[in-house]
């Protein structure tokens, strides 16, 4: 089955702390993956991808076939960052499935 | 401005009144896509279409349905709303899908109620 899990509801932090939200995916293929981030009030918009193998905004991420993960991480989390953040991944067939959403709180 | 826009932004109704929301782009995209979100949910996609006068079902199509007569718009229809259906809803479109960069841009989104 394709599914992408996100096991953290809510992720609370320190402003300065390393930050890794879990992304684990079920594809058979060779998985498209990427973060989405949602700001409050704000409409979703794309962080990362894993192809292109950048950083934005200081986060990373790296796609681990053999644990078939996405984590995506921070190494000293802002104020900022605070914001909802989604792991999705893209099939072969167009299809687009998220993961149940991270909530990422960095308190000062 | 390149945009994803959705009409209308909050809507509550009542059971079993056919309703439609608008989703329109102005970038030329192929791909288009509707998204509900729920709460412990996340996003699950409800419908999508690779171009004009293709659509395909994604996870959670059913009580919906969407048809895509011109590019740039892409209206998602509740002939028979149910309280179950009370949602935000997102609108989304990508430039296509054979090729890179696949980056989905999200409208405001549709707040529903359905009593």
């Known amino acids: 089955a394709q599914r992408v899990t996100q096991p953290e509801k809510l992720l609370s932090v320190f402003k300065g702390a390393p930050v890794e939200l879990k992304c684990n995916y079920s594809?058979?293929?060779?998985?498209?993956l990427f973060w989405y981030v949602q700001y409050s009030r704000q409409r979703l918009q794309l962080l990362l991808r894993h192809i292109s193998r950048e950083s934005i905004k200081g986060f990373t991420a790296d796609l681990n076939k053999g644990e078939t993960s996405f984590h995506l991480k921070k190494p000293f989390a802002q104020e900022e960052d605070s914001a909802m953040y989604y792991c999705a991944l893209v099939t072969k067939g167009g299809k687009l499935i998220f993961g149940q959403g991270t909530e990422l709180s960095v308190k000062p | 401005e390149a945009q994803v826009t959705q009409n209308p932004r909050y809507l509550i109704t009542v059971t079993g009144k056919k309703l439609t929301v608008t989703c329109s782009q102005n970038m030329n995209h192929e791909y288009m896509s509707w998204y509900r979100q729920d709460p412990g949910l996340g996003l699950r996609q409800i419908y999508y279409?690779?171009?004009?006068?293709?659509?395909d079902k994604g996870d959670v199509p059913e009580g919906y349905k969407v048809s895509r007569k011109e590019k740039r718009n892409f209206p998602l229809i509740l002939e028979s709303p149910s309280p179950n259906q009370t949602s935000l809803y997102f609108c989304?479109?990508?430039?296509?899908?054979?090729?890179?960069?696949?980056?989905?841009?999200f409208g405001p989104g549709t707040r529903l109620t359905v009593l």
């Open positions: 594809y058979s293929g060779s998985p498209e």
């Open positions: 989304a479109s990508s430039l296509s899908w054979q090729t890179l960069p696949y980056e989905q841009f």
């Open positions: 279409s690779m171009n004009v006068e293709v659509t």
